[in-house]
């Protein structure tokens, strides 16, 4: 996968928590804010993945990251990392939540509970968790910005994709009512559907398709960016990055091409986040 590109340090002083930042978006979104100056906590189920990670961002000369190897299933967790970045930072300006499974595409009453339980434990219950855990952290921060990735299948269900399009769906609930309830501080939240994209999730969920085809995850780091950035709130509603990127084609040179792309970048159906 190619590095995201370089960004100037509009991010230095900021502390920036990545979950599932050891492959796909969250490794690229990790990769892209550290590149950007700030100060990365990058969590993730495998130790020698976020080793990796750390030894890209050193070797382009920025701020070593955190390094958290965590099971996200285990909330306990998430409470010990809250606890652990107040003490270290007092705050948090930026949570990507960007960790997920696919589970298992078959008819409903085929699914194994355990399957089921897994599957909304970490799209859906872990992070509820997180936003307890992060949300004084968030509030403590200046302009703080809280991100989660959805899919398609949240607005429009299909066959065979019971536990991930609910746990989506509980997901985007989830961001919404937290948007509401932070309307008068200093958080703002973002929810994101990616679209068809180069992962490992997405090969597994269609595994004829012609991965080159689709963006690699790097493509997307631009949208996070600008989503986090101070000098402007997200839209509101499902952000689209097929409907960002299209858009951004569109412009011309010396066009802004921010966030700022409401009405016509709300969810669409395409296939899953991957």
Known sequence: MAPPPAHDGQFDGRT?????????????????????GAQVIATG?????????????????????????LDL?????????GAAIHQRWGQLD??????????????????????????????????????????????????????????????????????????????????????????????RVAVVNPGPMRTRMRAQAFPGEDPLTLPEPVEIVPLILDLARTDQSPPSGVISFPAWREQRADQGPGQEKGAAVAGDALSSSEGPKA
Do not use: C
Not at 16 to 36: C, E, H, K, N, Q
Not at 139 to 151: E, H, Q, V, Y
């Open 45 to 69: 189920r495998t130790q020698g993945a976020l080793e990796s990670l750390d030894d890209d961002i050193r070797s382009a000369g920025r701020k070593r990251p955190t390094l958290v190897p």
């Open 16 to 36: 920036v928590l990545v979950t599932g930042a050891t492959r796909g978006i969250g490794r690229a979104v990790a990769l892209g804010f550290a590149l950007a």
């Open 94 to 187: 930026v949570m990507v939540a960007a960790a997920g499974i696919l589970g298992l595409t078959t008819p409903i009453a085929h699914l194994d509970p355990k399957v089921w339980e897994q599957v909304i434990n970490v799209n859906l219950t872990a992070n509820y968790r997180l936003v307890r855990a992060m949300d004084p952290l968030l509030r403590a921060a200046p302009n703080a910005r809280a991100i989660f990735l959805t899919s398609g299948v949240a607005a429009h269900p299909r066959a065979f994709w019971g536990a991930y399009a609910a746990s989506k769906a509980g997901l985007e609930a989830l961001a919404a009512v937290y948007a509401d309830e932070t309307e008068h501080t200093n958080v």
């Open 73 to 81: 299933a285990e909330g306990d967790g998430l409470d010990r990392l």
